[in-house]
């Protein structure tokens, strides 16, 4: 397996209904930052809401 990443620098991407997203600079993982669990990545511009 991999060295396990653990995501101990990331920066903000973006921020939506009051919570932030960063993403890891060493591994490009997305995640929700209060909770740090990795979301799936998706184009919005596809998606209808
Ligand atoms: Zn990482």
Not at 28 to 48: I, K, M, N, S, T
Request: glycine share 4%; with cysteine; aromatic share 6%.
């Amino acid at each position: 397996m991999q060295t396990p990443c653990y995501h101990s620098r990331t920066e903000v991407i973006a921020r939506r209904d009051g919570v932030d997203y960063v993403r890891c600079v060493d591994c490009g993982q997305v995640f929700e930052a209060e909770d740090l669990e990795p979301v799936p990545v998706r184009d919005d511009d596809a998606e209808e809401s």
